[in-house]
């Protein structure tokens, strides 16, 4: 397996470091970033935290802005986090912010011409831990969290996953992307017009029916413009009483869709996240 | 005196807010970003910690990649990042990332076509913060800090003006710019070939004559690229034990110049300005 590092910088005693690589899920070579904790630094495995980005971003926005790093070398976690979709002049695209490259959404296109390269929720699922786990210090243990899109992608690959994953955590995640403009968009695209196939992708239908409970935290700004129209945490809290699901949902006042928001709280959710993994 | 809000985002409870002005010191519109506390919600004034970015930067990054919000809510103080230089199609500029437009190195240039607008000392030292003063709840008290371009100038502002700030820090500061090439091509351009008025702006040479003495924190990463051609903080050590000056320098191993190691050490350097002004 190709693996090329691009660019390595200190922080709290540990490592952020950006890669490059061939996926064969994707078709095409792909970013991601990691953040190795100091507790590595002598072979120490530690516990993986996924970061899933929204829409627009790269593997470099968490990493830069999300201040992170400081929790993740206090607890000992790593936090991986990928590119938002395929990438490349062979890659299909929109000229939509919300469709194609940059906005994967972490579902496995089914549909022409997204079909050849869309598949990240597979990526997600198997090759990049796969690639991890072979690569870095790591243990096993896994937990996933991610912003707007990202959030939609973690919530989803835990509930149907919950075998794989610690805990899930979200930031502004769109809570019932069926019901959504944006996830209408990109799953008519990727998945086709028949909807019985979008169910699947979709965080509050799979929480209202969920068996296994992988723990799970949300926080969601007030000030959000994005709130009413996209994202309904609502249906999150709905599900999570219709099925007993073990969701914390808190709504904070005065707080935007921004990474500002994130960095208020993140060091809330690496707590949470730490409380299931072994640290 | 103009001023428009072009953002606002809370954080910490408190709001990262961004504005443009007309800056009669600079002859153009010059932005800048504040970071409020929550302890201004009820109109308690608080210090204000004065940011000055390094090369390229503008009022951005320091707000967006230092992480700082956190510990500047914690300990309440504002924190206030002015752009880099004076910007705009009349202002002049050169094609190098290290003189013109992003580049103003703090300092009052002498020599056409700079001297029209580039009078960043100035500027930073007197308008900005009055307009701070007249605009936000805040008091009189300023401590100062920045990185590399930055660091110089926040060293220069305090050396010269102890009067006006009760601490400064820097992150990879400039420390002897008259013999490094950043600076002399800055000083060149924007002083003139004569060098007997470049000292007024080199950190160490003003170091080592000082009378009055504000307190002093400088970080240096030891896998600075920069370190030995254009950092030099060698020279601000031996100014430090010549003068008897309160200098403390550490060298960080490992570390190198981007803001994931400013991130790093930025609660260090904001309890450190703490210290000395009324929290």
Redesign the interface.
Known sequence: MSLEITSA?????GW?KHYIHQSSTLSCDMRFAIYLPPQTANGQKVPVLYWLSGLTCTDENFM??A?A??MAAELGIAIVAPDTSPRGADVADDEGYDLGQGAGFYVNATQAPWNRHYRMYDYVLNELPDLIQETFPVTAERSISGHSMGGHGALVLALRNPERFRSVSAFSPIGNPVNAPWGQKAFTAYLGKDQSSWSDYDASILMRKAQGAVPALVDQ?E?DKFLVEQLQPETLETASKTSGYPLTLNRRE???H????I??FIEDHLRFHAKHLST
Chains 1, 2 share one sequence.
Not at 9 to 13: A, H, L, P
Not at 258 to 261: D, K
């Open positions: 910088n200190k922080g709290f005693g952020t830069q802005k201040a790093q400081r700004g000030a005065g707080y935007d921004s990474y500002y928001f960095a208020s």
